[in-house]
């Protein structure tokens, strides 16, 4: 497999998203004062995701073209995430609340942006809040309630979709849709709620950032 397959690109890794877009649900657009409120049950779903402090546990991702990695993540609220991509990738992705870095130490490559200007900030939000015009559509089934979100001034026309399990409230899948309407989608499971983590797990080496960009402007 070639490079370009296996690479996670900044659309695919600032869209993590959980899996199986593929197979997801279509979205059932809401109307009025639903769509802005979102509903009584997404809200206490958002609001038991949002309770959640810490997780940790593994992940499959899948690209725009069907592409798929995986390996370990780590989550700590609010704005901090690590993706440890399993061989034969070996990227980093991490927030630590400020900022996002997709670190390739094999190509020597990191590229940093602000966590704020990326969807990635909707779902490590301290709460994540659905009265608002963020809420593009809310579809509530018997298996599966998603929850689709947005904030146009502040990253376009991308899109973050959050999938649920209805009775456990937790946390299925989440698929990013970038301005050009490409999906990239994350499913995680053996998902662990809650504990600690070591204090350089959501550390960003900005020096070396600095150093391995000033490298590439010189080659």
């Known amino acids: 497999m070639n490079d370009d397959i296996r690479t996670p690109t900044r659309r695919r890794l600032l869209g993590f998203a959980a899996a199986i ?9 809401l109307n009025g004062p639903a769509q802005a409120q979102g509903s009584d049950a997404a809200q206490r779903i958002a609001d038991h995701f949002s309770s959640v402090r810490s997780m940790s546990g593994e992940f499959v991702q899948f690209g725009p073209r069907g592409e798929q990695t995986g390996g370990k993540f780590f989550l700590q609220r609010p704005g901090k995430i690590r993706f440890n991509y399993e061989a034969p990738s070996n990227f980093k992705v991490i927030s630590d609340g400020q900022s996002v870095v997709i670190l390739n130490s094999k190509m020597r490559t990191s590229d940093l942006y602000p966590l704020s200007k990326t969807p990635l900030k909707l779902l490590l939000d301290e709460r994540i809040d659905l009265s608002g015009n963020k809420v593009r559509s809310v579809t509530e089934e018997d298996d599966l309630t998603t929850i689709k979100l ?70």
Do not use: C
Not at 21 to 29: F, R, V, Y
Not at 171 to 181: E, K, V
Not at 200 to 213: A, M, P
């Open 21 to 29: 877009a593929l197979s997801a649900t279509p979205l059932i657009g």
């Open 150 to 219: 947005s904030d146009k001034q502040v990253f376009g026309n991308s899109t973050i979709t959050m999938m649920f399990d209805p009775k456990t409230y937790e946390l299925r899948q989440w698929t990013i849709t970038d301005a050009q309407g490409k999906d990239t989608t994350v499913m995680v499971f053996n998902v662990k709620q809650g504990g600690s983590f070591p204090g350089d797990t959501f550390k960003i080496d900005y020096k070396l950032n600095r150093e391995l960009n000033a490298q590439k402007k010189n080659d």
